[in-house]
C-alpha cells in the first residue's frame, strides 16, 4: 500500500463531519487507507457517525482508545495499525484542498533524500499562510511566513526546513520509526517539530511542498484537548538547545533588496525576542542606534504611547522588529503622519515589508 492517513482526534460531531467529509472528496485513497484514532473521544455522535463510515470504505479504519493519552501516543498507535509505505499526518481540523494529499505523497516518494515533507497551510478565516514549516531564533521557533499572502511568491517556492509541523505532513513509514516515532513524553505539544529536527539532523530533507494546500481551522483540533507547552517547551529546549541553529535570517534575506542595503536605519525593538541585533547584521543592514519599547511584550502595540512626539521627525528610516506583524497594524495614523516610505519592519515570522504598507497608511 502507498500511503496510510493518520490521524488522532478527539472532537465534536460538526468539525468531524467536516474534515471527513472534505478528506473523502479531496483524497483518492485507491492506494491508500485512513486511520482515525479516537484519544479518549466521548462525542457519541461522532463516534457513531465514523463507525457507520467504516462500513462503507475497507480502507476507513477506527481505532478507539478508552482513555486520552496524547497526540505522541494516539498517532504512534495509529501508525503501528497502519499499513502505508508513506504516513500521512493530519490534525483533524486541517481540510486539504483536491489532490493536495496524493500530492505530499508523491513528492516524497519522488526523492529519496526526503525525510518528511509538509504542505502549505493557509487560515480559512483571510486565505493568509499560517504556517510553511518552523524556524529558529535562540530558545524560541516560530511557524515561517505566518500572515503572508498565500499565493506570493515568497511562499510558492518548495524548500528545505530545519522542522515541520505534523499537521499535514508525510514522512516514510522507514524513517519515522527508525527515528522513535513520537516521543510520548510530551502531551498535544512539540511532538513533531521535535521528530522532523531529528530527521533533518540525520542528514535527511525535512521539505516545505508548495503545491500541497491545505486549510487550517487552528485551534480546532486542540479545542477538547489539555496541553502544557510550558511543560514540554522546556523539556524541548533542553534537549535541542545545542542543536538548533538560529536561521531567521535564511527566511528574510530574499526580501531585502539593494536599496535597502544602502540605508542606514534606527533600530525599534517592539518584539519580545532578543538577539534581533545579530540577525540584522546577518541579513547586511546598517543600524545606528536601538530603542526598545516598553509595548514590545503586547500583542497591540501604540506608537503614540511608546514613542515621543520627535520620533514623528527623526530624519533616519526606522527598521521595527515585530513578533508578528499585525502587532502593529493599528497605528495607521502615526506612519501617516510621519510619511517616511523607508521605514521597515520585519517580524518573527521571516516576513520583511514597508511599515506604511504593513499599517495600511500607503
Given at each position: 500500500m502507498k500511503f496510510s492517513v493518520v490521524v488522532a482526534f478527539d472532537n465534536?460531531?460538526?468539525?468531524?463531519?467536516?474534515?471527513?467529509?472534505n478528506l473523502l472528496l479531496n483524497t483518492d485513497f485507491s492506494e491508500g487507507e485512513?486511520?482515525?484514532?479516537?484519544?479518549?473521544?466521548?462525542?457519541?455522535?461522532?463516534?457513531?457517525?465514523?463507525?457507520?463510515?467504516?462500513?462503507q470504505f475497507k480502507w476507513f479504519k477506527l481505532i478507539e482508545l478508552e482513555q486520552r493519552n496524547g497526540y505522541g501516543k494516539a498517532n504512534n498507535w495509529g501508525v503501528r495499525k497502519s499499513c502505508g509505505e508513506i504516513v500521512v499526518f493530519l490534525n483533524s481540523d486541517v481540510l486539504p484542498v483536491k489532490g493536495s494529499v496524493?500530492?505530499?505523497?508523491?513528492?516524497v516518494l519522488s526523492n529519496t533524500k526526503i525525510g518528511a515533507a509538509q504542505g502549505k497551510l493557509v487560515y480559512p478565516q483571510n486565505g493568509l499562510i499560517q504556517s510553511t514549516g518552523h524556524l529558529f531564533f535562540e530558545y524560541k521557533n516560530a511557524h515561517v511566513y505566518t500572515g503572508c499572502e498565500c499565493n506570493a511568491p515568497l511562499v510558492r517556492a518548495s524548500g528545505a526546513r530545519q522542522a515541520l509541523t505534523t499537521a499535514f505532513c508525510a514522512i516514510?513509514?522507514?524513517?519515522?520509526?527508525?527515528?522513535?516515532?513520537f516521543d510520548e513524553i510530551y502531551y498535544n505539544a512539540y511532538e513533531g517539530m521535535e521528530l522532523t529536527l531529528k530527521i533533518s539532523n540525520s542528514?535527511?530533507?525535512?521539505?516545505?511542498?508548495?503545491?500541497?494546500?491545505?486549510?487550517?481551522?487552528v485551534g480546532g483540533s486542540r479545542k477538547n484537548l489539555?496541553?502544557?507547552n510550558d511543560f514540554s517547551g522546556h523539556i524541548f529546549w533542553e534537549r535541542w538547545?545545542?542543536?538548533?541553529?538560529?536561521?531567521?535570517?535564511?527566511?528574510?534575506?530574499?526580501q531585502i533588496t539593494d536599496t535597502?542595503?544602502?540605508?542606514?536605519?534606527?533600530?525599534?525593538?517592539?518584539?519580545?525576542i532578543p538577539g534581533w541585533n545579530e540577525v540584522i547584521h546577518a541579513i547586511g543592514l546598517q543600524l545606528m542606534g536601538v530603542l526598545e519599547l516598553q509595548e514590545r511584550f503586547s500583542t497591540q502595540i501604540n506608537f503614540y504611547q511608546n514613542l515621543p512626539y520627535a520620533a514623528l521627525h527623526h530624519p533616519q528610516p526606522y527598521l521595527f522588529v515585530v513578533d508578528e506583524l499585525s502587532y502593529i497594524r493599528g497605528n495607521r495614523n502615526w506612519v501617516e503622519v510621519r510619511n517616511n516610505s523607508r521605514d521597515l519592519v520585519i517580524d518573527a515570522h521571516g516576513l520583511v515589508g514597508t511599515l506604511g504598507k504593513v499599517t495600511g497608511a500607503v
Open positions: 465534536q460531531y460538526e468539525l468531524m463531519s467536516n474534515f471527513v467529509e485512513l486511520i482515525l484514532v479516537s484519544d479518549g473521544c466521548r462525542d457519541c455522535k461522532t463516534l457513531s457517525y465514523l463507525k457507520q463510515k467504516t462500513t496524493n500530492a505530499l505523497v508523491q513528492y516514510p513509514r522507514s524513517i519515522f520509526w527508525e527515528h522513535g516515532g542528514g535527511k530533507i525535512c521539505s516545505y511542498f508548495a503545491d500541497a494546500f491545505a486549510f487550517h481551522v489539555d496541553f502544557d538547545k545545542k542543536t538548533i541553529r538560529t536561521d531567521i535570517q535564511h527566511y528574510i534575506t530574499p535597502m542595503l544602502k540605508e542606514t536605519y534606527f533600530l525599534v525593538q517592539s518584539s519580545s
